[in-house]
């Protein structure tokens, strides 16, 4: 006679029976798997996270999937409790402003179509984080808008290595600088500027890396007041492109070779920050300078380009 196909969800005792005033602690066989899953998991992570990569591997990537494996399992079985557990920060970005009527941009400036691609990315997952975070109350997420994050670690090891010709201003001046690029594009001066070129707000991605702690530790210790917020992270100051090159040919020695180009499609004339509320809710403030950003860029390209 063939088994009874429920017993495959039987619970039954593995060694001796173990009870503490009265409450049965035995170990079963559901116990069991649960701590070869709980294991699998913890190595992936462990894998995942303990080598720094440019770029993220495949170990990285199947331990995030088990992040989320993991965080909607314990939201399902734990309810609200679980909350403060599975904390979410987004890296967002000020291209969700677009051209901002006002400035300095802060987290009340309403939000504008997307000038770019990357923008409309930063628009959607944003949408897509405060619909979950209303539809589940175990979801907290921070949604940070940088700025123009530029530099590198001071210990060289970690910093920007774009695939290709560069998208971003400093990457492609370090490029420049090096002898990688040939000629760096400066795109219109005939903005109304002081100097007719874009101004944006660099801020160097050390100050990054110091908010993305502090609102972590936000989360966890259930300082968030709601289940979705936003903070600015920038400078709060704004340089043209020009100021950039010159500031970067002051700090390296070096001239640059650039040349004045037509306007590049989906950039806007000025964007900087007010980091009012990140100041006051988070305790955080940027505190590297432009100089200092430019001169841990230029080391970091130097070193990987063994000069």
């Given at each position: 006679?063939?088994?009874?196909?429920?017993?495959?969800?039987?619970?039954?005792?593995?060694?001796?029976?173990?009870?503490?005033?009265?409450?049965?602690?035995?170990?079963?066989?559901?116990?069991?798997?649960?701590?070869?899953?709980?294991?699998?998991?913890?190595?992936?992570?462990?894998?995942?996270?303990?080598?720094?990569?440019?770029?993220?591997?495949?170990?990285?990537?199947?331990?995030?999937?088990?992040?989320?494996?993991?965080?909607?399992?314990?939201?399902?079985?734990?309810?609200?409790?679980?909350?403060?557990?599975?904390?979410?920060?987004?890296?967002?970005?000020?291209?969700?402003?677009?051209?901002?009527?006002?400035?300095?941009?802060?987290?009340?400036?309403?939000?504008?179509?997307?000038?770019?691609?990357?923008?409309?990315?930063?628009?959607?997952?944003?949408?897509?984080?405060?619909?979950?975070?209303?539809?589940?109350?175990?979801?907290?997420?921070?949604?940070?808008?940088?700025?123009?994050?530029?530099?590198?670690?001071?210990?060289?090891?970690?910093?920007?290595?774009?695939?290709?010709?560069?998208?971003?201003?400093?990457?492609?001046?370090?490029?420049?600088?090096?002898?990688?690029?040939?000629?760096?594009?400066?795109?219109?001066?005939?903005?109304?500027?002081?100097?007719?070129?874009?101004?944006?707000?660099?801020?160097?991605?050390?100050?990054?890396?110091?908010?993305?702690?502090?609102?972590?530790?936000?989360?966890?210790?259930?300082?968030?007041?709601?289940?979705?917020?936003?903070?600015?992270?920038?400078?709060?100051?704004?340089?043209?492109?020009?100021?950039?090159?010159?500031?970067?040919?002051?700090?390296?020695?070096?001239?640059?070779?650039?040349?004045?180009?037509?306007?590049?499609?989906?950039?806007?004339?000025?964007?900087?920050?007010?980091?009012?509320?990140?100041?006051?809710?988070?305790?955080?403030?940027?505190?590297?300078?432009?100089?200092?950003?430019?001169?841990?860029?230029?080391?970091w390209e130097k070193k990987i380009r063994k000069l």
């Amino acid at each position: 006679m063939a088994n009874n196909p429920m017993q495959q969800f039987s619970v039954y005792k593995i060694g001796p029976e173990i009870k503490i005033a009265g409450i049965d602690l035995s170990f079963t066989n559901a116990s069991l798997f649960m701590v070869i899953s709980a294991s699998i998991i913890l190595l992936f992570l462990f894998l995942g996270t303990k080598k720094k990569e440019i770029i993220p591997n495949k170990i990285q990537l199947i331990a995030e999937m088990f992040y989320t494996f993991v965080a909607k399992m314990i939201s399902d079985t734990a309810g609200s409790k679980a909350k403060p557990y599975f904390p979410f920060i987004f890296s967002s970005s000020c291209t969700v402003y677009g051209q901002a009527d006002q400035l300095p941009i802060d987290e009340l400036t309403p939000t504008k179509k997307a000038e770019s691609p990357y923008g409309n990315t930063k628009q959607i997952g944003e949408e897509i984080l405060y619909d979950e975070s209303i539809a589940n109350k175990c979801l907290r997420v921070v949604s940070l808008r940088y700025f123009n994050p530029i530099g590198a670690h001071p210990s060289n090891e970690i910093g920007e290595l774009p695939f290709g010709k560069p998208q971003n201003l400093v990457p492609f001046i370090t490029q420049t600088a090096a002898g990688i690029q040939k000629k760096l594009s400066v795109f219109g001066d005939d903005y109304p500027t002081t100097d007719g070129t874009c101004i944006r707000d660099y801020i160097h991605v050390v100050d990054l890396a110091k908010a993305h702690i502090i609102g972590l530790k936000r989360m966890t210790v259930k300082d968030q007041n709601k289940n979705f917020e936003v903070f600015n992270l920038g400078t709060g100051r704004g340089n043209t492109v020009l100021e950039v090159i010159k500031t970067f040919e002051k700090i390296s020695g070096r001239s640059l070779n650039y040349e004045i180009s037509p306007r590049r499609k989906g950039d806007i004339t000025a964007a900087y920050a007010d980091t009012t509320k990140a100041n006051k809710v988070l305790g955080w403030k940027a505190e590297l300078s432009l100089e200092e950003a430019l001169i841990s860029a230029w080391r970091w390209e130097k070193k990987i380009r063994k000069l």
